[in-house]
T-cell receptor
Framework: KQEVTQIPAALSVPEGENLVLNCSFT??????LQWFRQDPGKGLTSLLL?????REQTSGRLNASLDKSSGRSTLYIAASQPGDSATYLC??????????FGKGTLLTVNP | DTAVSQTPKYLVTQMGNDKSIKCEQN?????MYWYKQDSKKFLKIMFS???????INETVPNRFSPKSPDKAHLNLHINSLELGDSAVYFC????????????FGNGTRLTVT
């Protein structure tokens, strides 16, 4: 059974800092890994999807890496801004499209 | 242009009542889902439909019954509501492709008193 863990559970940084969020999964036979952002009272927004054959994906100030063999992914946020404050979740799908989510990292960027 | 919309946003009701949550997507996706986010913010899938057919049915009490009248709609009906049903329920959709990202609605916060 796939288990997804995210560390840290919460992170508070000053504006402008670069930061890394971590995600680990127990079953390395994954199709892809997805990173989402959840704002309070809102649904999840898909940020990046890394396919199993890829090692990283970039979108603006976000860079996600994937190391299947070690069961790890990182989300790097460059030059953080207060608007980046949100909960970040990673998820991996099973063969039946069922996503297993981590519990998320609550990020606070202080101005 | 809301891609995945669900109603209502908030739902407060008493134990024993029956309630429904509606979901619609205008993205032309084949697959729709219901997820439950509990008080600890843990997201778990409940159901998935592909072209109106049920493909995932997790261990969910049979008081929960999804209905998909067409591939753009997936409604969730809950009978005999219990206190433990209080949670945020999210609808989502995607293409029928394992590498297609999910698009989520804004959630329905259900409170059972």
């Amino acid at each position: 059974k796939q288990e997804v863990t995210q560390i840290p559970a919460a992170l508070s940084v000053p504006e402008g800092e670069n930061l890394v969020l971590n995600c680990s999964f127990t079953d390395s036979a994954i199709y892809n890994l997805q990173w989402f952002r959840q704002d309070p009272g809102k649904g999840l927004t898909s940020l990046l999807l890394i396919q199993s054959s890829q090692r990283e994906q970039t979108s603006g100030r976000l860079n996600a890496s994937l190391d299947k063999s070690s069961g790890r992914s990182t989300l790097y946020i460059a030059a953080s801004q207060p608007g980046d404050s949100a909960t970040y979740l990673c998820a991996v799908p099973g063969s039946n499209y069922k996503l297993t989510f981590g519990k998320g990292t609550l990020l606070t960027v202080n101005p | 242009d809301t891609a995945v919309s669900q109603t209502p946003k908030y739902l407060v009701t008493q134990m024993g009542n029956d309630k429904s949550i509606k979901c619609e997507q205008n993205l032309g996706h084949d697959t729709m889902y219901w997820y439950k986010q509990d008080s600890k913010k843990f997201l778990k899938i409940m159901f998935s439909y592909n072209n109106k057919e049920l493909i995932i049915n997790e261990t969910v009490p049979n008081r929960f019954s999804p209905k998909s009248p067409d591939k753009a709609h997936l409604n969730l009906h809950i009978n005999s509501l219990e206190l433990g049903d209080s949670a945020v329920y999210f609808c989502a959709s995607s293409q029928q492709n394992i590498n297609s990202p999910l698009h989520f609605g804004n959630g329905t916060r259900l409170t059972v008193t």
